[in-house]
């Protein structure tokens, strides 16, 4: 059970474990949403000590993975220095790099302290930790998440953000949304590391939540003056690019690859280039079909989608990923309304008393003069102008600067602003249909800030291939 709930699945509703969800939580506690990087050993000490106690090794890995842009679709974490590489080369330790949050992770943890989202006490009780986080962003869809829990797994691959926000909107607009009409939004996965997908099973994929996909490299072909070149750009998803490297040398020297000359690795700046040299005159095509099928080429993706809803994991399908999304969301934003409507009507009023204050200012200040102790004085301006203890106790801590008229100015626009907030949050906290119009204008939000292309190529069936 503590595997299954506390250690290998992610949440519905925010996408995270919950080693990922105590790292954002540090790293946020300790202000590393703002300013500059700290060192990771830092950051490891700090989650450890106070929400994760477990291996710093775990944390540290979990934090690296996090930073890597062809591990995760839209990475969380920024990280400076050696972070590993697409190679499998280990990241630095954690005494030599550094860390801070990426600003789409913010999109998560936006409104955490105002009451949205339930607090339980950590390992020792000394501090309180999210049970999960307010969740903007559709992490689970956009992050995928990979687990083995006991007699249970998980393998959810990434998806496109500007496509799932879209089929959230139309979700919205149409409850009874079918999930053909959803695929017409999300088209298939998007890895981080680009390829196609080739797969005739994404329907059953997003209908049952269990399907498998084929996902290729890409290949593009050049010709010099005495050589035919085999130029590959794009690797799978989670596939190690220096073994690829590996199997196609390995290919050549079997001789299960006659026509390849020579093989050089290119890539540089996050780019991949793998330039494959053939002997003139050779067709690159029956090169490339072996190395798609002896090579890592082309891998199997089997997607398994399974979630924790309320704490029970599930298999679950597009729809309801999307529903449990938007479900969580409204309870979110009611929340949050709540909070700041009794924040504002709180406020609004301490300003009405202190608006009393200054009209008749110099009977308050005799009130205070003849008063014994500040209790007295309170007890007093309460009699004698009809207040709440609170404005009495406002009114008391007034210092000087605060009556004059530009103060006065300010508190009433103060009044005329908060009331139109309060009328606002009302408006919000009594009509369904505006917390939906708040959850989309955030998803478009969204998309504007970090909407991109799509990098991985949907193709759908493999026999129009084979036929071509």
Do not use: W
């Not at 710093?56 to 220095?81: E, T």
């Not at 202190?354 to 301006?381: F, M, V």
């Not at 801590?397 to 309060?422: C, F, G, N, P, S």
């Not at 505006?434 to 909407?451: N, P």
């Amino acid at each position: 059970m503590s595997v299954i709930v506390s250690r290998a699945l992610p949440a519905v509703e925010d996408g995270l474990k919950p080693v990922h969800r105590r790292i954002l939580y540090a790293m946020y506690q300790m202000g590393l949403d703002k300013g500059p990087t700290k060192k990771s050993a830092r950051i490891v000490g700090e989650i450890m000590g106070k929400y994760h106690p477990h291996g710093d090794v775990a944390i540290y890995d979990s934090l690296v993975r996090m930073a890597q842009d062809f591990s995760l679709r839209y990475p969380l974490v920024h990280g400076q220095g050696n972070f590993g590489s697409i190679d499998a080369d280990e990241a630095a330790a954690m005494r030599y790099t550094e860390a801070k949050l990426n600003k789409i992770t913010l999109e998560l943890l936006q409104d955490i302290d105002k009451g949205t989202v339930p607090f339980i006490p950590n390992f020792d009780n000394s501090l309180q930790e999210p049970v999960v986080l307010p969740g903007k962003l559709p992490n689970l869809l956009i992050n995928g998440s990979q687990g083995i829990a006991v007699g249970m797994t998980t393998n959810i691959p990434p998806h496109n953000l500007n496509e799932v926000c879209d089929a959230i909107v139309a979700c919205i607009d149409n409850p009874k949304i079918e999930i053909k009409e959803l695929m017409e939004n999300v088209k298939g996965p998007d890895f981080p590391t680009g390829g196609s997908v080739v797969s005739d099973e994404l329907f059953k994929l997003y209908s049952t939540g269990r399907g498998g996909m084929t996902v290729r490299g890409k290949i593009k072909t050049e010709s010099t003056k005495n050589k035919e070149l085999v130029i590959i750009e794009e690797i799978p998803y989670l596939v190690n690019k220096s073994e690829l490297i590996k199997q196609i040398a390995e290919l050549a020297r079997d001789k299960k690859l006659i026509d390849i000359s020579d093989i050089r690795d290119e890539s540089a700046k996050g780019k991949i280039r793998i330039v494959v040299e053939l002997r003139k005159g050779t067709d690159p095509k029956f090169t490339i079909n072996r190395l798609y099928k002896s090579t890592n080429l082309q891998t199997r993706f089997n997607a398994v989608i399974v979630a924790l809803v309320n704490g029970v994991p599930k298999t679950l399908n597009l729809k309801q990923i999307i529903e449990a999304y938007i479900d969580f969301r409204r309870k979110i934003v009611r929340r949050k309304s709540e909070f700041d409507l009794k924040k504002s009507e709180d406020r609004l009023h301490i300003v009405l008393g202190l608006l009393i204050a200054q009209k008749q200012i110099d009977k308050i200040i005799e009130t205070i003069k003849k008063s014994k102790n500040s209790q007295e004085a309170s007890e007093n301006l309460q009699k004698k102008f009809d207040l709440s203890k609170k404005q009495a106790e406002a009114i008391l801590e007034i210092t000087l600067r605060q009556l004059t008229a530009l103060e006065r100015e300010k508190l009433e626009k103060e009044k005329v602003d908060l009331l139109e907030l309060i009328d606002k949050l009302k408006k919000i906290l009594s009509d369904e249909k505006e917390i939906y119009k708040i959850i989309k204008k955030d998803l478009s939000e969204l998309k504007e800030k970090y909407g991109d292309d799509r990098r991985t190529k949907v193709i759908k069936t493999v026999k129009e291939i084979e036929e071509k």
